[in-house]
Structure formats: structure tokens, C-alpha cells
């Protein structure tokens, strides 16, 4: 037999009674219906407390019918795994979900946590501050940060789909309550592209609670009438469930998309105008005990009778200290609530809502508040008092009023998380005692309650009056439509919210945060009176819910206790997101391979195919090393750098960064990035350069060739490829603009296939080509233009591991081809060599890796460049830096060569060259590369060593990982010194 | 100043917590002080409290134009280490934290230090490599450090994806590194510096110097102008205003730096993680709330607040190490404006002006260097000379060439 639902109505709602769900909560089985949200199924089946509170673990239960939801942020599991701080207040229920309360050892309703409730006198606002100061914090931090926290990290795989979306519009409305769908209509015949965004799953906003007469029909008529006409104009887009998270610079808004199952889209709007018809958020009252279970917000119970047909409670007391709770007492009695009274803070209040109220006989009693309430676990009866003349103070308590419900409603605040975030000014109206949107520098307009019009009336014309403004100001035209409503509202507010009597340290201002009027207290007594203090000294506000119902009371408290008017106490800034967002749908596709998507060789499958070993080299996959035949890294690594030596390798180069500089101006250009002298380069030539940065560092070596008068090949380390690009297109565009060059990137224009050894001209002249790979005609620093097996290629003499070295350069898509060619041309004479080895080569011939043995304090004159630098007569960036007295200092780390005296020692990369124990030990530099040669079969490296020019031959001590051993200063270039082989 | 102890709290609570007296003063500004720091951050009330405390200085005034502790003090993701790679920086940075190992309990206020260790990590053999570079190099200077492979980073971080996108080679951890609460360490100086007699003087902005051959000798403010024999300028992101309105320049852009926090959960993350690579760093808040954040915005601004382009790059660059925080919320995000050096290390000592000095070039990791910047600044202002320990960090070294640069040696600063 399915459970009872004890509060459902047996008519009436928005829900579906032919389609019943199951549920559970706390592993209780229960029943609830289509169009339920968690939180109203919850009320069905009379389930009061839901949560306990965070700080204090007392009893909570559902506070409100929407995102301002304090106290019902539960588990939520759909059998995918657990996902914490749920809002089920706005969450749909769906059959099979597993609710949980987060909160409560053992259990909810019995939470031994309730002694930090009963000493609540010691766990003020601050107290962290004041105490756990010995022997220190990690000692107690432990304790502490187990009982924080709203749930456990979410469990299970994330089956949920992300999507990123754009979007540019005209006119964003935001919010499809009365103002904002009318706003929506009257722009529709403007043609503008118009946005509608709402939060809920239906639109109407406020009409779902409280329907109305609109344009002499039912609202639900009016509500679907509008839906179609929007829907059915091209230019405008209506999105439901979704939500505004975020309102940033130059109009753009972040929408969270949630109307996919399954799927979560995150979207990026950029709105010329942006119309705010967000509404506004009913404040909770403040008095002794105003936390307990059965305690709720006055249109909250509306809302759960009208929209979801469950009363909250059998006996329900309504306190107000304005008009329009009295809607929500009648809406209560009419559907069988008993309403025992309704207290209001009002001393006057109009005629006919009194004969209304007395029409149903409910008594009212006029200039009275809630004193206390009381209960053991849920609501039982509140006490209530009369305000004194000067309203500080109350007389005459009641005897108990018994009541398992009470509806509260302080007023409402507008919902400005939005405007604020859009650096629009607050200002406080005094005669609605809450704040409305004042001034923004973006294109915002605010309509409806989200600008302080609380009555229907009014957010209908000033909407529809709205919407065509923000058409007119966005470029088009068009006139408000005729909308108006025969139901009437007033709302004659008081401002009174907080009692002014009973135990201030069990007065909630903070349901989430769990902050009281104590602790506002103590923090203004203490002199934490700028808003920003207050709200960080007691957290009020700091909650999920960045204190969508309690920064307004905060801010009337302190204006009271430090006795300023509280349009001069300030606000707080609102942040994004107004409603927490996944992260998940914030990341969207950038995860895994899409993370950083992986750039792979023109001839990636043919490493593939020859078993190459994979490895990031920051976006490329590159071959590390080759496990031909099965063979370790070690010893791959160790036989490629033989096979190189003794016949030929062949290593994939093509990420090498390749920028081609055409133009009159290309050399003087390149002249003033280069330490080297670039205008004597001749055509058909190479030169090595070094890039500094304005402070003289080096940023970058590699080698340019002049292809023609007025044409040069840039070559950056792999790497810098794209910061050099940016790099010189910046001295370019915003230093010399005048020089006549056009930068162009090629670097995946390109594939590049380096072939070096002593063998590696016999290989090439094999293969069918025009260029002339001889000695005399393409010398070592060179560079030819031609064809190599019918394509154009460009070979450059230029050696990375100190053998004769052909670097051949054909369009990307033919690298592949070249490759195989060249292999099979070589059989056995040839090996692929990955880039392991490739920098083991270059550090036996005592080549410079930047990035691995220079820093970022390492200039051009450490690695020996003074002669070059003296001897350039022009200007060129980072000259001037090199002038300056540090860096001409003797006693710089300086490029030199290492290798252990003992060949046991295992020298590695990462250990320092460090000072004698006896004079205290210090850094003298660092060891850049290490390996063991396998050309030399000896251990060598390379180093930045302090006046290391000056110590070639001395014995220096090696620090690492605390072991020291000493190591020999040595010329940089362990093999071939002299060239002979490169130069071949 | 009246003494915070469980036993106070415990005797207040009987009394409805009546009787605690104010954290400061919010005194009206006197005509003269003998020293003025402009700028109520964490540097600021530092300076002034050690100026009170070691060199008996009483007369000063902390002029802030907002809310004390309101600057990227208040804003920041309160990382506190000292893995520095060169001398002089490790020499500064752990001090400071030496400091922090006992600032609770120096000033009576729990700034609420958490040594839960700081782990780097590194995605590559070669960026393993510079670990063991940057490590040595730490040890050397006699701070904490160790190198750990994939298994021991996992044991320690069970959440992260070994295999991500750039799978996770090692790491490297200092183990007294970790976070703080940047509002208690605000308000501990505060309340600290006011006991002492310092003026701390709020919505007080200052808009010009006076200076008199070549000699600062009062500052105009938005609540009039105050005499001074020597002031201090404090002020972060706003150190290139400060210094055009006397006259000099600073090699400082100010940019946003961006921070975000989650929704609050139990327990699930103890170390304070970093990946130069993945170019974030997170860590779990003792409100149970995720704080991360990465790299600074790409374009110079005086505005404080978030945008889209870092956010999303910072989530997914969390997500892809921690794949499980996907169905994770985002609770908030903002930003605040740090002053950046060309070798990003920090600006401290005197100025081309007589008796103006400077505490800046903070960036985005000056907020571990607060008790050091404030205890070296006070002696510099006493003594008109740069206190041993940021002899260095002057001004003339950009113009020397001495730079000290930590974000090249190491990748992130925060
Ligand atoms: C998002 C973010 C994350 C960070 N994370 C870390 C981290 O993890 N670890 C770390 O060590 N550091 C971090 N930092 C850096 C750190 O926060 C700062 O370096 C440090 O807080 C600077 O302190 P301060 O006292 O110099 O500046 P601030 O705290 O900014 O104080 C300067 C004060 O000067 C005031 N002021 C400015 N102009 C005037 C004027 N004309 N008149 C009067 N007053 C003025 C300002 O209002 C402000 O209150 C981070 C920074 C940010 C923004």
C-alpha cells in the first residue's frame, strides 16, 4: 500500500496526482507526485525536521519555497551516487531519489551534537579567535574541521554531460515572473533578439503561488497564452531552468542550463540590454527560537498549498508586519488550516483586510511580535507580545498559542544578487525598509519586485513599460503592451523584524551560518561595525546562500546598535555565482584529452608503427624513446645515441618553432632581437642566436637562416614556439611599427625531419632530390632550397648532437613519406632517435637546452656571449640591461661543464655545486644536465656555476638530496671539440 | 589589552559575553604622528605594531581608505610557505613563517596557522628534475623539503588523478607549509598595534603627499591633512599610485588575481597542493570549503573582481587533477588587484624620497610574508636603513640588475 501523504490536499496544485513517485528519506519509504519538488514532497508526508544546523546542531526544517532555502540543503541521491547540499526547495523530485539529512549522529532526530546547543553561550562569533592558541591551531584543527562542511564530496562516477554555449542577444530578461513576461511581450514585435531566462521549470514566477486575474483572465491562461506568443516569435528565446549565475564585465552573463537531463550547459551571453525581473526574497522575522521546525516563510506556505497542494501544518499562526501575509493566512484557512491568529506588528491596519480576516474568524492582534516559541523536537505553541509605545521593548505575553506551523513574513527584500555583482549601487527606501537597485555603469534596467514594486499591478505596467524601453535603448521600437490585473495588493509594511525582547543568543538572524543576534552584538561591542567586519567576524552571509534572507537584518542590527541610519551602514558586494554552479558545467569539455589537446607529429602513426614511446613535451606527444624489439628506456635511449655516432639517426623535429620574417625590414628587425649581428648573415646561411629579455635574460636560443634578401627562417626551441611569435609580434606592433616585415608562424606548416651521423649524406644523396648535399655546396651552417622526392623542401646544415646534421623541411602533410623513404633507403644504417636521446647528444657536445640550463637569472654573457656582444655595434633588446653593473659582475653563474672526479658518484640534474661545510654551506649554482654518456661511457654534465669561466679544472663539492661528493670544472664540449665531425 | 583564553571566554559566557572590550580603537586622526603608514593591510599593521613593540615608537597612524584587512589580505588564499629557491628569499620568507609558527600566541589571537604541508607537483621527468633543483636548493638553506614519488603524492592527495592529462610524475612537499586565516592575522596586528596606542584610521584615503625638499612631510587625505616625520607606504595593487603621487616611479603592474571557493564539505583534502603546470593550487578551508585559484589575469586593472576566462580555466585546471570535485559547487568567486615586479619579489625599503619608504611588489604571495614585511619594514623606518634581511629587495636593484627571481626558479608564486 503506498504511504499516506498526510498534508496533501485532495484537489488542486500543479501537481500530477496520476503520476505518484517513490522516495526515501532517511530510508524511510515515502510517496510524493510529478511536479513535486523534494522539499513539498517532504511536507506531504509531514516530515518536519530535515536538517540540523551547522554550528549549534539544532533541529531545522524547510524554510522557504526557493533559492533563498536556508535549512534543506540535504543529500541527494538519484543511484549515481550522493551529491551534498542539494536545495530541495527547488530541486524536482524524481521516482527512486535517496534523501538524506547531512547532518545528525546518530541520526537526525537524535543528534548528540546538540551539546554544542546547550553550551552555546561559549561558541560565539570569534571565538576561534580568541582560543586553541596552544600549544598551537593543527592540534584542535582536526576536531574542528570534521564537524564543518554541508555534506561529503559528491560519490560515484559524474554522469552527468557538460556543454559550453555563446550567445549574443539584445535584450537578456532575467526572471519570467509577472514583470519579466511582460517585459518579453511588449518587446516581441520590436524584432530585437530577445533572451527570457527563468530559474524554474515553469514560468510565472510568483503567479505559481498566487494566481490572479491578468487582462480579465485566470493567470494560468494569461501565463500559457504568453508561452505561445513568445514561442512562437523567431526573435525570441525562452529558457526555463535555468539560472543567471553570474553578471560580469560589458554585459556578459553566465546562464547555468539544467533543462537536459542528464546534461548541464553553461552559457555565456553578451546582451546589449539586460532587463533584471528577478523579484524579490521575503525576509524572515527575528525572535527567540525563531529556528524551529514548523517555523517558515509566509509565501512559502502559500506556495506549498497553492502550487503544490500540501499544507504545511494543521494549526498555523501567521506573524507579519505587513499586508501581504494576510493573502497567505486566507489562502491557509481556505484550504483547512486552522489559523489560530494572525500577530502583526502594525498597530493600524486597513478595514477591509480585517473583515476579510474577520469574515473567517481569525482573530488578529495588532501591534504584537512573537516573543518565544516552544516544542520539543517540532513547533508546539508560540508566545506572543505587545510592543511598547516607543516599540523597544514588549509588554503583556500571552499564554501559549498552540500551532505545529508559523508563517512569517517580514517584507520583502529585492533580489539585487545580480545587480550587485554588475557593480550596481544599492539604496535603502526607507518606507519598504529594504534596499533597491540605484545606479550600474552596464546596461541594466531592473522592473518589478526586483526594483522595489511589490504589487502585481505595478510589476505588470512598469514591466511591460521596461521591456520596451530596453528594446528602445537596444535599437529598436516598439510600445508597451496593455497589461493589467483586476486583483489588488497593499502592503503598508512597518518596519519591524526584529523583536526587541528575549535571549538575543537564540534569535537566528543567520539560519545557515547559524549567526544570532548575540553574536552581532558581541561583534559591534567589539568594534567590528564596518559591514565587511561584521560579516566576516560572525559569517553571517558567508553561508551558500550569500544571505539571501539574512544580510537585510544583519545590516538593520547594526544599523540600531551603532545608531546610524542603515542607508549609511553600507552593503556588501554580492559575487557570483547567485546560485552555487556545478563545477563540472563551469570546466565543461576542457577534461582529459581536451584538456589541453594534444598536438601530434605529421608522422605521428608512423612512430606509432616503430614502436615509439610517448611523452608530453608541453601540447606535443612526441617519442621519447623507441621500444624497438622490447627494449627498456635505458637501453633504447643508450643505443640510439650509438647508433647516431657510429652511422645515422633520424629524429621527428617538427614542433621546432618556425617563424618566417619577409620584408625590406626583416633583417634590421631580427638585428634588434638578436644579441647576434644579423645583418652580415648572407643568403644560403645559418647563423646561432640568442633571444634576451629586456632584462638581458635569455629567453630563447636558435638558429636563422637567410633564405633570400629579404627573407628570413626563425628557428625557437619547441617549447618558446608560441611565446616567441607573441614576442616578436609585440616589438614589432607596439615598439618599432615602422620596420617593414611581416612575421608569419609556420611551425605546422612544416614537418621536420632531422637525419645526422657520419653517414647521413651517403643516406641522403640517395634519395631523389635537386639540392646538392655535398660538402662544398651545402657546408655546415647552411641552407638549400629545392625538391626532395617531388615536393619543396628546405634542408638546413644544422647539428643538435655534434654529427654532420641535415635538417629537412617539407610541407607537414609530406613528413610521413620522408621519413619512410629515408628509413628504407637506410635500413639498418639508420635508427629513430626520440628526444631522450636527442638531448643526451646535445649535452655530450655541450649544447645549450634553454630553460634546463639557464634560469630566469641567467644573461647572455653567462654562457659566454661577451664577445659577441662587445663586438655588435647596434642596439638590440636586453643590451642595455647587460650594462648594468650586476650583470657584469665576475662572480655570476656561469656555463661550464661537470663531471664527478669518482665515477661511482651518481651525478644528477638538480644538485648544486655548494661552498665547503667550514666556511657555511651555500649555493654556488646548480647542475643543469646530467647523464652517463654512452659515447664516453663516463658521467658528465653540464652546470651554472658562480666565476665558472674561471674554474675550469678546479674541484667543487656537489650537494644532493644531502649527499655531497665532488665533482671536476670542465670545458662545456665533452665530444668533438674541434668540430671535425659536425663540420664534415 | 585585555587577555584571550578559554578561561576568559568561559568567564565572559557567563556574563553574555558583556563585558569583551573593542578588538581597536576607531580613534578621530590626530594633526600630527611621528610615523604614518598609508594602507591598512596585513603589511601595514604589521609595520606599525613592530614599530611600537621593538623600537618603541607610539606615535603612528595606520590611514586605510576602506575597511582595515579589506586589500588582497582580506582576499587572498592565505598560502604560507618558504620553499624559496634563492638565498635571500628563503632567508625573508622563513623568518616570516618562523614568525607565524608563533604569531597566535604573540599576539593573543589565533591567526589559526595550519602546517598541513605544501606539495608541488610535476608533470614531467624534466620538471622532476627542477624539483629536485628547487629542493636541494631549500635545503641547503636549512628549510624542510622532500622529493615524493607518484605513490607517496597519491597516499598523501588519495583524490588526485595520477593519469590526467599530464600524468603526474612526483612532487615535491614542505611540510610547515600551509594556510592561515588571513582575517585573523588582519585583526590579531590590529587589535595588537592599537593596544599599543596606534591610531588605525579607516575610510581614510590618502591623495597627495607633502614634500618639501625632497623631504616627505605630511600626506592630504579624504579626512584632512596629517603631519608626519616619516611614513610608510603600504597599499599592494595600489603601489604605482602611491609612488606617481610622490613623484617617483616603481616597476609594478597591477593586475587581478583571481580566487575561488567551493561550497563547503567534509574532510577531503589535507595538503595544500600546487602544479606549476596545471596551473593551479587548492586547498581545503577549516570551513570545509575548496579555495583555489591560478594565474593572474592576462590585461593590467584596478578592478576587483572575477571574470570568465580565469575562472574557467582555473576550474578545469582543478577538475582535470581532481576529477571527483565535478559535481562540486562553485560557491563564489572574486579578485584582487596585486602588484606585480619584473622578477616578481617583492619592493621593500627606501625611496627617492627622504623619509617616504615603501613595503610592495607583493604580487600574489605577499600575504605569507606579512609578519617578516612588517618586522624588517619597522626596523628600516626606525633606523632609515634596510633592516639585513631585504637588503635586497630594494628599489635599486632594478636599476643594478640584481634581480631575485623566484618565478622563473619556481613556476608559481603564491
Ligand atoms: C586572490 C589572491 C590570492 C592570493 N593568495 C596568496 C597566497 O595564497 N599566499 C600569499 O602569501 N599571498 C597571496 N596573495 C597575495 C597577498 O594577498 C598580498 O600580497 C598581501 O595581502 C599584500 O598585503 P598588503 O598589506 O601589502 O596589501 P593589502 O592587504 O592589499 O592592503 C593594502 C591596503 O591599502 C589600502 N590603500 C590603497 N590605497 C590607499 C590610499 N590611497 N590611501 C589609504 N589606503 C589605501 C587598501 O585599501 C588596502 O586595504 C594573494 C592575493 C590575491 C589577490
Redesign the interface.
Known sequence: MAPTQKNRLTSGGRIDRSKPLSFKFNNRKLQGYQGDTIASALLANDISTVNRSFKYHRRRGIMSAGVEETNALLTVSDGKGD???VRTTVRALVDDHQIKSPSGFPSVNFDLGRVLDFTH??W?AG????????P???WY?GM???M???????GGE?G?R?FHHNLHCDLLIVGAGPAGLAAALSSVTSGARVLLVEQDHELGGSLLANRALINAVDSDLWISRTRSALEEAVNVTVMTSSTVS?Y??HN?L?IIDRSTVGVKRFW?VRAKEVLLATGAIEQPLVFENNDRPGIMLAHAAMEYVNRYAVKPADVMVVVTNNDSAYQVAFTLYDNGVRVPAIVDARKNIANEIVQQANQRGIPIMSNSVILNTFGTSVLSSVRVGTLSDDGKSTVNPTDEIACQGLAISGGFNPSSDLYSQA?GNLQYAAELACFVPMQCRQRVTVAGAAQGKFSLAEALTEGACAGSEAANKAGFTCAPIDVTTSTTSSYNLKAVRITPAGDS?RKWVDFMADVTV?DIE?AV??????V??LK??TTTGM??D?GKTSNLNALTLLAELTQKPIGEVGTTTF???FM?????A???Q????F??PARLLPAHDWHVRHGAVF???GAWKRPEYYATNGRDRETAIREEVLALRRSAGLFDGSPLGKIELTGPDAGEFLNRIYVNNVLTLKPGRIRYGLMLSE???IIDDGVFARLADDHYLVSTTSANADRIIAWLEEWHQCEWPDLEVIISTVTSQWGVTTIAGPNARVLLQGIESDIDFSAQALPHMSVATGTLLGVPARVQRVSYTGEMSFEINVPAIQSQRVIEALMNLGGNRIAPIGVEASLLLRTEKGYLHVG?DT???TNALDVGFAGIVAKKQSDFVGRR?LL????QRKDRRQFVGVEPLNDNENL?????F?TPQDEG???QG?V?SACFSPTLKRIIGLGLLERGFERKGETVTV????RTFDVRITEPVFYDPSGEKMNA | MNGYSFLSVVRQALNGHKGWPVVWRSPEPKKNYDVVIVGAGGHGLATAYYLAKNHFIKNIAVLEKGWLGGGNTGRNTQITRSNYFWPQSAAFFDHSLKLYEHLGQELNFNVMLSQRGMLTLAHSLHELEGMRRWANAIKINDIDAEVLTPIEVKKLVPLIDLNCRFPIRGGFIQHRGGISRHDAVAWGYARAASAYGVDIIQQCEVTAFNISSGRVTGVHTTRGTIGADKISIAVAGHTSELARMADFRVPVTSMALQAMVSEPIKPCLNTVVMSPIIHMYASQSDRGELVFGGGADLYNSYAQRGGIPLLQENIAALLELFPAFSRLRLMRQWAGIVDITPDTSPLMGLTPVQNLYISGGWGTGGYKAIPAGGETMAYTIANDQPHPLIEDFGLERFESGALIDEGAASGVAH
Do not use: C
Open positions: 551529491v551534498p547540499v553561550r561559549l560565539t571565538f576561534y579567535n580568541k582560543v586553541f592558541k596552544w598551537n591551531w593543527h584543527e574542528v574541521r570534521r564543518a562542511g554541508l555534506g561529503n564530496l559528491p559524474d552527468n557538460y553570474g560580469y564585465d556578459v553566465t555565456k557593480g543568543s548575540a558581541l561591542r567589539e568594534n567590528f561595525v564596518s565587511q567586519h566576516r567576524y553561508s551558500a550569500q559575487r557570483p555565482q552555487p554552479v556545478p563545477m563540472g563551469i570546466a565543461g576542457r577534461h582529459g584529452d584538456y589541453t611523452e608530453n613535451y632584462n638581458g635574460i634546463a634560469d630566469g637569472m640591461s648594468r653593473a650586476d650583470d644528477q640534474s638538480g644538485a648544486h655548494v654551506r651555500r649555493s646548480i643543469t650537494f644532493d638530496d644531502g
